[in-house]
């Protein structure tokens, strides 16, 4: 029997960025599943081409920005036009689920809802907001039907705030795989050598750290290349401000070309990871696919995503002392990532809740 599933909250696809647009891509391409049709909610703003079907997946478009203020009535729009055209919705983040109250009037649909990192503790958010996004998880947890979880740490979160159990599941990574024969050429472009540089790419904000990794850098001689959104806020501008005269620290703009984050990532000599929020952050798990030796922010998330092997720091003193060591867990990394976060067994999880 055919299942119809609609999936909502995200940019859309072909995905040209974050993770939760990866994974809605990853569900598409590698669904061989002919019980299952997709619909992917795709936000008109964000694609001056809009394909009807992509990877045998209808798209549909709403005219709204799927992140930001629109993304409330993106999502609620989407909501109620899936409830009439499916028969499981997958929800992915929570801005739109202060909806749900209502949409349970009027539909019964399978909800099964990825909360996502827990938005409403990000630094980056007021008050007012990160009341609002609390409002909305609480009612993502209360009308779901499944939860999904991508980290231990958010699945205790959840277990310990709403008596509730959620499946666990984690992103993919192995998608950043690639073949390039032009790595010389690239790394040559860049003024780099292989394994003498470390590596990090993020958005640029409080949460992530950023200050302190170029903080500790710039005590260093160490080579760093950091791409990353650097003038979007007032954040970003002072850091590039600040640490751009350091002949060490290579403050890059954001990098869409796979070719290029690809032979960067293969080179370096350590992936530096600053992300202090959210569950499995999709740009760790991908590093650890490289084997690379890996110098994580220690919390929870972090440590439960890279089962306690990896190199943690809290303190730029911490990190610069890493830094001056000669750090071998490449191997370790590899062997977690190849076990856990490979996507055709992602989206085995996934397609086992959809039965």
């Given at each position: 029997?055919?299942?119809?599933?609609?999936?909502i909250?995200?940019?859309?696809?072909?995905?040209?960025?974050?993770?939760?647009?990866?994974?809605?891509?990853?569900?598409?391409?590698?669904?061989?599943?002919?019980h299952?049709?997709?619909?992917?909610?795709?936000?008109?703003?964000?694609?001056?081409?809009?394909?009807?079907?992509?990877?045998?997946?209808?798209l549909?478009?709403?005219?709204?920005?799927?992140?930001?203020?629109?993304?409330?009535?993106?999502?609620?729009?989407?909501?109620?036009?899936?409830?009439?055209?499916?028969?499981?919705i997958?929800?992915?983040?929570?801005?739109?689920?202060?909806?749900?109250?209502?949409?349970?009037?009027?539909?019964?649909?399978?909800?099964?809802i990825?909360?996502?990192?827990?938005?409403?503790?990000?630094?980056k958010?007021?008050?007012?907001?990160?009341?609002?996004?609390?409002?909305?998880?609480?009612?993502?947890?209360?009308y779901?039907?499944?939860?999904?979880?991508?980290?231990?740490?958010?699945?205790n979160?959840?277990?310990e705030?709403?008596?509730?159990?959620?499946?666990?599941?984690?992103?993919?990574?192995d998608?950043?795989?690639?073949?390039?024969?032009?790595?010389?050429?690239?790394?040559?472009?860049?003024?780099?050598?292989?394994?003498?540089?470390?590596?990090?790419?993020?958005?640029?904000?409080?949460?992530?750290?950023?200050?302190?990794?170029?903080?500790a850098?710039?005590?260093?001689?160490?080579?760093?290349?950091?791409?990353?959104?650097?003038?979007?806020?007032?954040?970003?501008?002072?850091?590039l401000?600040?640490?751009?005269?350091?002949k060490?620290?290579?403050?890059?703009?954001?990098?869409?070309?796979?070719?290029?984050?690809?032979?960067?990532?293969?080179?370096?000599?350590?992936y530096?990871?600053?992300?202090?929020?959210?569950?499995?952050?999709?740009?760790?798990?991908?590093?650890?696919?490289?084997?690379?030796?890996?110098?994580?922010?220690?919390?929870?998330?972090?440590?439960?995503?890279?089962e306690?092997?990896?190199?943690?720091?809290?303190?730029?003193?911490?990190?610069?002392?890493l830094?001056?060591?000669?750090?071998?867990?490449?191997?370790?990394?590899?062997?977690?990532?190849?076990?856990?976060?490979?996507?055709?067994?992602?989206?085995?999880?996934?397609?086992?809740?959809?039965?």
């Amino acid at each position: 029997m055919l299942k119809r599933v609609s999936i909502i909250g995200t940019v859309g696809i072909p995905a040209s960025y974050g993770g939760f647009e990866t994974l809605v891509e990853n569900l598409v391409i590698k669904n061989d599943n002919t019980h299952i049709e997709y619909t992917i909610y795709c936000s008109s703003k964000s694609y001056e081409y809009k394909l009807i079907e992509y990877k045998r997946a209808k798209l549909k478009y709403i005219p709204f920005k799927a992140n930001g203020i629109q993304s409330i009535i993106y999502d609620i729009c989407s909501l109620v036009h899936a409830s009439f055209h499916s028969d499981k919705i997958i929800i992915l983040g929570v801005s739109g689920c202060c909806f749900l109250p209502i949409f349970r009037f009027f539909s019964k649909k399978q909800l099964i809802i990825n909360i996502d990192g827990l938005e409403h503790k990000r630094d980056k958010w007021n008050k007012r907001v990160k009341k609002f996004l609390l409002y909305s998880e609480k009612m993502a947890i209360k009308y779901g039907n499944i939860i999904i979880s991508d980290n231990v740490g958010i699945q205790n979160y959840i277990r310990e705030s709403y008596n509730q159990e959620s499946v666990m599941i984690p992103y993919g990574g192995d998608h950043v795989l690639s073949e390039n024969h032009s790595e010389s050429n690239i790394l040559e472009e860049y003024d780099l050598e292989r394994n003498n540089y470390s590596f990090t790419v993020c958005r640029i904000e409080p949460e992530n750290n950023v200050d302190l990794i170029l903080d500790a850098f710039s005590r260093t001689k160490k080579i760093i290349v950091f791409v990353g959104n650097w003038k979007k806020g007032e954040y970003g501008i002072n850091l590039l401000r600040k640490y751009k005269k350091h002949k060490n620290i290579k403050l890059l703009n954001p990098i869409y070309d796979i070719q290029i984050l690809y032979t960067l990532r293969k080179n370096c000599k350590y992936y530096v990871h600053g992300h202090s929020a959210g569950g499995t952050n999709p740009s760790l798990v991908e590093a650890m696919f490289f084997g690379k030796p890996i110098l994580a922010f220690n919390v929870i998330y972090n440590r439960e995503t890279t089962e306690n092997e990896c190199y943690y720091f809290s303190t730029v003193q911490e990190l610069v002392s890493l830094l001056d060591k000669k750090l071998s867990n490449g191997n370790k990394m590899l062997e977690i990532a190849n076990r856990r976060y490979k996507w055709k067994d992602i989206v085995e999880q996934y397609e086992i809740l959809l039965k």
